[in-house]
C-alpha cells in the first residue's frame, strides 16, 4: 500500500502489480483454452453426475435415473470448444460394486479416446464419512493411481451451504475429504445444479480443467495405464484382478456373468 507511492508516482500510468497479474491470467486462459474437452463423470450413485453433466453440456442430455447401468456418453460444442461428457453409473455407497459395474466404469475412460482430460469426482455438499473416503479411494483407483492426476472434485448440492463457504465446510468435514482432496492437488470446483442455461460457471469450470491440463502435461492415457497395470496383476493375484478389473480389452465387452446378481442389487438399493 504505502510502499507503493514512490512508484505510482514515478509510472502514474503503468499498470500496478494487480492489473499485471490480471492481465497474465487471462493471457494465461486464451493460451490454455483447449479445442476440444473431453470429461468423464464419477462417483457414488445418486450425487448428480448426470445433472453435473447436463448443466455442463447446456441440454437435458444424460436421463436422472437411480439404477443407471452402463457409461452414456454425449458431446456438443460449449463455449467454442467440443466438449464430450462421459456418465458414469456409479458404484454403490454402502454395498460391494459388482465386477461387471466396475468393468463398465473403467470402460468410461476408452469412451473419449485417446482418452479424458479430466475426471470430475462428484461429492454432494453434506456429511462426508471414512467409507465414503474408502468407496471413493476404491473405485477412483480401478483408474490406476495416475488418475489423481487428472481429478477435479465437483462439489453438487451447493445450496446446501447456505452461509457457510466452501472452504470452511471442507475444513469442518474434516480429514476424510481432506485426504480425498490431498490426493488431487486440492482442486475442486462448486457447481450449482440448480442453475440451467447461460450462466460463467461452464465456462469458470471448462477454465479449470485447462488450467489442470497445463500444469499436469496433458490427459490420462487409459492405454498406457492399462499396460502399466500387465506386469504387476500377474505379480499379484491374476484370477482376481482379471476378474474384477477387466484385464481383457474393454470396448464391446459384454456384461454378462452377473447381470441377474446386478438386478438384484439394483432392486435391493
Ligand atoms: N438440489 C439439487 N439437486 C441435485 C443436485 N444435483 C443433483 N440433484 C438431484 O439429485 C438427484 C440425482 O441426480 P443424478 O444426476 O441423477 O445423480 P447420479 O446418480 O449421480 O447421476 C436428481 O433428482 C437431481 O435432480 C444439486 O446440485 N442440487
Ligand atoms: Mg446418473
Redesign the pocket.
Known sequence: MEANTPLQTEARDAPGPEEKAKKAAAEAKVANQLPEVRLV?L????????????TIIGREE?????A?EFCVKRQTEVLGRQVTVV?TP?WFSAQDTPPSYKEELVRGASLCPPGPHVFLL?I?IGMFTEVDRARIEEHVSLFGERVWKHTIVVF?????LRTISIERYIRREGKELQSVLEKCKRRYFV????IFGEHPQVERLLERVEKMVAEEGGYYNPEEVEKEKKPLDENQNPAREGRELGARPKQNSVLSLSKTMEVELLSSE
Open positions: 463423470v462417483g457414488w450413485r445418486w450425487p448428480g453426475k448426470s445433472l453435473t453433466g447436463n444424460f436421463r436422472l435415473e437411480r443407471a456418465d456409479g462428484v454432494p453438487t448440492w451447493a445450496e446446501v457447481i450449482n445444479n440448480c
